[in-house]
């Protein structure tokens, strides 16, 4: 969901437009009757209702915005949360980084148990759960000779992922997730919406954690 | 968004009480707060103008306003115009301090200060000059309710410019955007009292 109202500019933009229907009201009115401009008065806060709706929809957005290294390193965003010490998703790394300077930059979005723990910021338990899983995978995959470091996102995965983007010059992105029948992720289209919105070369790898478990 | 970078060996260690609390780059905390104090307020508004409208089209009285009282919408016009050029001078304020110009930052406010302070003026001498009180009619009650509500919106504006103005001359806020969330938060409340009384002139005065 985007945000129609950032700053005080987004603000200043919604003064400027309320106050140019505010003025077509007020002038049809005196120059008519008042029920036309009750009449107008509604038919515009129907239309701005309508955009209002559409752009908070996020239809309006462009492409996300990227930094690029200039230092000749490969530098690759994985996202992962519980399947985050997989092992499909550090063999992936591995061939990713195979005959490179690389280096991993883990996003581990804090998942909220619900939508109302998101809205509500209830989300202390998941951030102290996502950096544990993350300290745990920077630790394999610094023992497969990588440079690694981490950061707990938001916990919109495709927000986080924009978030990380602003900051690290990522040359490409791996996205883990569960099993299509256990992904809420997929399920939310987080892969599709990624590949949407950002030009970069994206893996999906999907890393079955209790199979993992099982064989080991 | 909360970054946790981590040193291998001692980065968990050193970490005491609960985790930091989460934060999206998507919006700073402080304007998060503004915007929900606003989504709170335009609820108190909602109260306000239901009663207005209730009185207007459910009990729906043959004269609105009851005759022999009438409103004064040039005047109210004119300070209508007033108050949304205050708008556009917090805006140039904002301007420009990201653009590192000092001086127009400080004439911006000052410039809104002495609008906003204009209106509440004009807006005191109607009540003064306009003929009827609160106790009239259920017509006087919702008229100073609504209009009164606003004026407090107005005058707590009016505070917080004055603090941004005084650490503007005192050379506070910078071009960088977390510099300047002084002035960034009361120009939100600004815009959002400009829009209010946009709605309340158009309703109350003009319908």
Known sequence: M?????????????????????????????????VFGVVLAAALLGFGAGIAYRS??????????????????????VVANETVGGEAL????????REKDCEIFV???????????????????AIELARQRMELSLIAIKELGL??????????????????????????????????????????GVVERARERIDLPLTHVVVDVAAERSVS | MESATVALGHGHEEHHGPPEANQSSRIDRQTLGILLFIVSEVMLFGAFFASYFFLRVVVNPSEWPPHPYELPVAV?????AILVSSSFTIHYALESIRRGNRAGL?????????LGATFLFIQINEYVHIGFSDRDLAFGSIFYGLTGLHGAHVFVGLLLLSFATIRAFRGHFGPAAKDHLGVEVPGIYWHFVDVMWLIVYTAVYIL
């Open chain 1, 90 to 97: 550090l063999e992936e790394i591995r061939e990713r980084c």
């Open chain 1, 2 to 34: 985007h945000n129609p109202l950032r700053s005080e500019a987004d603000a200043f933009r919604w003064v400027v437009t309320i106050g140019v229907a505010a003025v077509a009201v007020i002038a049809l009115t005196l120059l008519t009757r008042p």
């Open chain 2, 76 to 80: 109210a016009g004119i300070n209508t």
């Open chain 2, 106 to 114: 400080k004439l911006g406010l000052v410039l809104t200060w002495l």
């Open chain 1, 56 to 77: 908070s929809r996020g239809s309006e957005r462009g492409p996300v915005e990227l930094t690029r290294g200039r230092d000749g390193r490969h530098r690759v965003l």
């Open chain 1, 107 to 125: 996003l581990t979005p804090a998942l909220a148990g619900s939508r109302a723990a998101h809205w509500a910021s209830d989300v202390d338990e």
């Open chain 1, 147 to 188: 440079k690694a470091k981490g950061e707990i996102g938001d916990s919109d995965p495709n927000v986080a992922i924009e978030d990380a983007l602003r900051t690290f010059p990522a040359d490409e992105i791996v996205i883990s997730t569960h099993p299509p029948q256990r992904s809420r992720w997929l399920e939310g």
